[in-house]
């Protein structure tokens, strides 16, 4: 979990995931040589800050997105959103202006609904503040802020170690609006006719899906996936023996809305191991969720 | 109105449209050597549920959704609703499950706003359940659920019989957030050069748009076309004689909104027969306006 | 400013751009001749009522949306919006239907958040209307309705006087959702490999922004650019020392969401004058802000 710690603690709000890129393409080519298959690795201004990892024959792509929420300075004191982080006063935030780094407190001031910081100096208007990073272990769960989503890019890292044939995307901006999976998607299905989607990312706990319970396929959430591919995934998943927990929701979204939207016929689903305390510095996930989640993806990256 | 009626009757909520696009295709194959034209039929792999026909040199696409509400179950007796339909307690409700075939009650507690159901067991997580169909037909009127959309791909099964040139579509999820008139879009405007979109589905009765009075031309939604585009459809709905209303809404959208977005220049523009009881069981429609909606289009593929 | 004034007062309103696109056409190949060089000039029914204006090896494309806000009869005498006017009885609005043109007075009724107009007799279904323009230029500032976006296209037509490699993009519906730039941003792409964007439009007075302390530079508004665009972008306006302003907010948007979420990786900034009293008939611009505004479009078209 020591990768899992040092991607949880690197800055990368959505619009801004160059650190976190320029960190994975480091880990890839120093990696690369021990994985069962050299993929081949598509990154640079055709793709933005993101990155394409080619394996084989490609038939599925695993989307995994690497920005995180957080907050941008506004006027004076004020901060506006990142996606959609939990606000509670305390919160430690961190980031860095042209006179140097930054930790300072948020401010939320419920009935007014004002996000405001409190620091020594004015900070420069437009600088990105993240949480702290608070990296827990225990036995068997592991927290931090941003698990979401940097444990769905550890567990594609996890992947990629012996996967033959399939794309791993490393996207941006899903925590804002999205915006990077509709070109990405394009270029795989105009180069390699892939269309068929996993979106590698952390979902709820809810009174449906239980931590420890196992990974979790999404039946639904403010989209409907094709229901005969989530079918498909579901046999694959229950012939595995893996264990794992169906999703029902009428909200919550994903980088499977550009795939949906998307002028190509892509497939999509979403499987990925649940979280309490969404989107905070407190964000907690089980340990055998997230073994089941590396486990499913090895067998639906061969199977489906 | 036999045909209209097995339409109702297939289960294919928005995102399973799998078994009214086989029983089209298999309509479609059995009856097309009666049609003026044969049309090439495209389906399969590429067009994910959908189906395109395309008849001679084609110009212009009409644009048919085969999906319908409904609802998913989520967790205990808890349903999630898929596009908007109307909730009232004592709907009667269909589907199945692997248990077998369901016909449950809909419950709806408005101080709280939640949807369930209530049957003699549970039903599996993420079952689909629609409207029970009681079809009824009149001198004046056809009566169902889901005459919207039926009643758009029954139209457009009428245009096909002496259609000469032109594209009929037949569309998945635009109930739910829409995805397959963006790829349909591209492929034909791509394969064909084809722009010019008709949207072939049902609109709703207000107090400016009665029943009987003819297939309504929609001038705007919550989107606006082109206005030039517009306004030859309706120059040729006025020199051919076929009774039709204008609407004009703030709210409302359809298969549109994916043209409108889309990376192709298309117009579009929404041509349909108004109903009343809007997304209930009781949808009605009035056999006039049916009329001058297959009457419309056929001018229209021809004209336009 | 006898060019802006003209741009004012043409009637545009989303959807309905031709005559607007057909003054643009008109005066560009009147003054192309004059100047430093000639574009290509595309436009006609592969891109419907936009313009596209393709100076020699083109790197970084400027959109200025041609539409403006305004209203569409309904029934009776109520009024819809196109786009998000501001609404205030008594504004002066102006349109014409087939019985000729028509000069009407706006009323709203908040409390029932009805919208109407009062006139001499019915107005046709499906009429626009738009603000009456009453142009005020002093020695500082100009005023009138429609300066978002009548000087955004201006500025554009600055630019062009001396570009030699960029493409200027004359774009439609950017007040009511989009839908031109989407297949504008394809085209450049494809034809050009363009894919840096500059919006060409107007922003708000805000508590950070302030009228004649020069350009906004927008860092982000409801959706975030990436970052290091932006960064380069600031870079090369503090390097000219044209007078520039940050802004940050969490809303509001631009033709900018299409290139966001576009299929094609396209990097966008949007730039412009803060205006006061927005979307109403008193849009105020300081003349300041507009000359630094031309300035800055000059160096970004070349340094970019």
Same mark, same amino acid.
């Given at each position: 979990?020591?990768?899992?710690?040092?991607?949880?603690?690197? &800055?990368?709000?959505?619009g801004?995931?160059?650190?976190?890129?320029?960190?994975?393409?480091?880990?890839?080519?120093? &990696?690369?040589?021990?994985?069962k298959?050299?993929?081949?690795?598509?990154?640079? +201004? $055709?793709?933005?800050?993101?990155?394409l990892?080619?394996?084989?024959?490609?038939?599925?792509?695993?989307?995994?997105?690497? +920005?995180?929420i957080?907050f941008?300075?506004r006027?004076?004191?004020?901060?506006?959103?990142?996606?959609?982080?939990?606000?509670k006063t305390?919160?430690?935030?961190?980031?860095?202006?042209?006179?140097?780094? =930054?930790?300072?407190?948020l401010t939320?001031d419920a009935?007014?609904?004002?996000?405001?910081?409190?620091?020594?100096?004015?900070?420069?208007?437009?600088?990105?503040?993240?949480?702290?990073?608070?990296?827990?272990?225990?036995?068997?769960?592991?927290?931090?802020?941003?698990?979401?989503n940097?444990?769905?890019?550890?567990?594609a890292?996890?992947?990629?170690?012996?996967? $033959?044939?399939? =794309?791993?995307a490393?996207s941006?901006w899903?925590?804002h609006?999205g915006g990077?999976?509709?070109?990405l998607?394009?270029?795989?299905?105009e180069?390699?006719?892939v269309k068929?989607?996993?979106?590698?990312?952390?979902?709820?706990?809810?009174?449906?899906?239980?931590?420890?319970?196992g990974?979790?396929?999404?039946?639904?959430?403010?989209?409907?996936?094709?229901?005969?591919?989530?079918q498909? =995934?579901v046999?694959?998943?229950?012939?595995?023996?893996?264990?794992?927990?169906?999703?029902?929701?009428?909200?919550?979204?994903?980088?499977?809305?550009?795939l949906?939207?998307?002028?190509?016929?892509?497939d999509?689903c979403?499987v990925?191991?649940?979280e309490?305390?969404?989107?905070s510095? +407190?964000?907690?996930v089980h340990?055998?969720?997230?073994?089941?989640?590396v486990?499913?993806?090895k067998?639906?990256?061969?199977?489906l």
């Amino acid at each position: 979990m020591n990768l899992l710690e040092q991607l949880c603690k690197i &800055h990368a709000p959505a619009g801004n995931e160059k650190m976190l890129s320029d960190f994975l393409i480091n880990y890839i080519e120093q &990696h690369k040589v021990q994985w069962k298959v050299k993929p081949e690795v598509l990154y640079g +201004d $055709e793709f933005q800050d993101c990155i394409l990892l080619v394996f084989g024959k490609p038939k599925t792509a695993i989307f995994a997105h690497m +920005d995180s929420i957080g907050f941008t300075v506004r006027y004076g004191n004020q901060l506006v959103t990142i996606g959609g982080p939990d606000v509670k006063t305390g919160y430690k935030l961190v980031g860095e202006d042209e006179q140097g780094p =930054i930790e300072c407190t948020l401010t939320y001031d419920a009935e007014e609904g004002e996000l405001t910081y409190e620091y020594a100096r004015e900070i420069e208007r437009g600088t990105e503040l993240v949480f702290k990073c608070d990296f827990r272990e225990t036995e068997e769960s592991v927290q931090s802020c941003y698990l979401d989503n940097r444990l769905g890019v550890w567990s594609a890292l996890q992947v990629a170690e012996t996967l $033959e044939n399939g =794309i791993i995307a490393f996207s941006c901006w899903e925590e804002h609006g999205g915006g990077s999976v509709s070109y990405l998607s394009r270029y795989m299905y105009e180069q390699y006719g892939v269309k068929q989607g996993l979106i590698s990312d952390i979902t709820w706990v809810t009174e449906g899906v239980q931590p420890g319970k196992g990974v979790v396929i999404s039946l639904r959430d403010s989209l409907i996936p094709r229901r005969s591919y989530v079918q498909r =995934i579901v046999a694959i998943a229950r012939e595995a023996g893996v264990p794992y927990q169906l999703e029902v929701e009428g909200g919550g979204g994903s980088d499977a809305k550009e795939l949906q939207r998307s002028h190509y016929p892509w497939d999509w689903c979403f499987v990925g191991a649940p979280e309490d305390n969404v989107h905070s510095p +407190d964000e907690i996930v089980h340990k055998a969720d997230i073994a089941s989640m590396v486990s499913l993806y090895k067998v639906l990256m061969e199977k489906l």
